[in-house]
């Protein structure tokens, strides 16, 4: 069985995390972000099954009758989604799915792909953990901006108090986002030092281009799947986003910019937030770059505050799998972007 999520509650403190004044080496803890949620008296247990962690798409756009590409419901355990459309691609003989965002790996999850509709194998396919359900049709292929949030059914084990209602919280991008080494070959990426880039990759693809020519870590950055390597120059613009968010509180609708290329003085907060690119010794326009262009990243911007909606917090039960605690189920729904583990941590934190 896989290890479980462990959130380990202690005395309350405050702990802003800087960074290392010096990264040339690409070292910052990004995990430390999350020490500002800081617990009293438990340690909590998420995913200790990917039955506890359930995530359910809601899409954003309706679906039609008919369509230049067929709409699935893709429905997967304990795989990430990058990996699950690999498999039906490899399996049907087929390309180009699409799909709004990541979901998960450790859970059960239900989202959205887009086929084009010249494929016609699609009920041949079976899997013991991937399954697809026909949805309708698309006149375009699912892309970002068609998922329009996500229903959590989440299983909180190891406890043994009821966690409390909230309604919002602070929209920090969790440490999934950071995954071990997606911020350093992130960064390392933006300042084009892409021989450090490939020593924080993991990923196949680098590594069999990296045999073939060990002279051109370039080539093998680009062998990654676009969203791949969009994932890891957002990482940079996540962990800049966060050190700022954490850094004061803001007004219920404000909106914090994510830095790319076009940063300038015209945007909001703009003299608060160059110091933080400044320690990681770059600036907006590295987030041009021209030698991989699907890196490059203009500015977006992020809600400072995530609210929840149809929140339902089930009774305590006793927990099977931790002697002498007990468990409980939680409901809500979130907006697109926001993640569901840091609304836990928020729902535990006192």
Do not use: W
Not at 237 to 265: A, H, K, M, T, Y
């Amino acid at each position: 069985m896989r290890r479980p999520v462990d959130i380990r509650c202690r005395p309350l403190s405050v702990a802003m995390a800087t960074g290392p004044d010096n990264l040339t080496d690409y070292s910052v803890n990004v995990i430390s972000f999350n020490s500002f949620l800081l617990f009293t008296s438990c340690m909590y247990k998420i995913k200790q099954i990917p039955e506890d962690f359930v995530v359910k798409e809601i899409i954003g756009v309706p679906l039609v009758e008919q369509g230049q590409y067929r709409v699935y419901e893709l429905k997967k355990r304990d795989y990430t989604t990058q990996k699950a459309v690999d498999i039906i691609q490899k399996a049907l003989r087929i390309r180009d799915i699409k799909y709004a965002g990541l979901k998960d790996r450790h859970a059960i999850t239900y989202q959205y792909i887009s086929i084009p509709e010249k494929y016609r194998r699609i009920d041949k396919f079976e899997h013991q953990f991937i399954e697809l359900k026909f949805k309708g049709f698309l006149d375009e292929p699912m892309s970002l901006g068609k998922n329009k949030g996500n229903l959590f059914e989440i299983v909180v084990r190891n406890i043994d108090a009821t966690p409390k209602k909230i309604t919002r919280f602070k929209n920090l991008y969790d440490e999934q986002r950071f995954s071990t080494n997606n911020f350093k070959a992130g960064l390392a990426i933006i300042k084009k030092d892409f021989n450090k880039a490939v020593e924080y990759i993991s990923d196949n693809s680098v590594s069999r281009q990296l045999e073939d020519d060990q002279k051109n870590p370039l080539a093998a950055i680009r062998k990654l799947p676009i969203k791949i390597i969009t994932l890891l120059v957002h990482s940079v613009q996540s962990q800049i986003f966060n050190e700022f968010l954490l850094s004061r509180d803001f007004d219920e609708d404000d909106e914090i910019p994510l830095v790319g290329f076009d940063f300038s003085p015209d945007e909001k907060y703009y003299s608060e937030i160059m110091p933080y690119l400044h320690k990681y010794n770059i600036a907006p326009r590295d987030f041009i770059v021209r030698s991989i262009p699907s890196a490059t990243s203009e500015t977006a911007h992020r809600k400072a505050y995530a609210k929840i909606e149809k929140l339902t917090i089930n009774d305590l039960e006793a927990d099977g799998l931790n002697e002498g605690k007990k468990k409980v189920k939680i409901k809500f729904a979130l907006e697109k972007g926001a993640y569901a583990t840091m609304a836990i941590k928020n729902m535990f934190n006192e």
